[in-house]
């Protein structure tokens, strides 16, 4: 008979517990969804604002109302057909300047010892040959580059001899069709 009312007490107490777990599910999921109708509507008087002032800014920005301003605080006179200019009548775009020329001659780095330099026309020239001991550097502009006459022809790997193991650039040369 203990046992039997123990067994009750236990069975009320989950369902009371049970009932707790379900009201406070049910309590997070009412406030959850009153938040999202609030943001809703924050959201629909945002994009209400933002119609209204989109309406201000184009009351205020009306071409007519912007020429009266300019007419009562600007002191504009009427375009003549003087004052337009032709394309062909604007200056020529500058050379461009080699910054980093510049500033390798003013480490000592370039100069009269390069071995090719080049002038404010972009033209190349050459210049006296320099000693081995100082560093050369060539600046070109890349519509004079040319490979140069005098490069080795490049020399044909040796064939290694019959029982000699092959390094794997020579099995590759050997068979081109394993590289895909």
Known sequence: MKIARVLNVVAVLALVGAAVT?????????????????????????????AVL??????????????????????LKPLRQGQTLTVASLPDRPA?????????EALGLMGA??????????????????PAKKTTIAVKPTSQLRAPVNRPAPQKPA?????????????????PGLLR
């Open 159 to 175: 064939t290694p001899k019959v029982g000699q193991p092959l390094n794997i650039t020579d099995f590759l040369r050997q068979n």
């Open 96 to 104: 461009p300047v080699d910054e980093i020329g510049h500033k390798l």
């Open 22 to 50: 379900v009201y406070r599910i049910k309590y997070d999921a009412t406030m959850h969804s009153e938040h999202v109708a609030k943001l809703k509507r924050q959201i629909a008087q945002e994009k209400d604002t933002i």
């Open 54 to 75: 989109k309406a201000e800014w184009s009351f205020l920005a009306r071409p007519d109302r912007i020429q009266a301003f300019a007419e009562r605080h600007l002191e």
């Open 113 to 130: 010892d390069t071995s090719l330099a080049t002038d404010a026309s972009g033209e190349a020239k050459k210049a006296a040959a320099a």
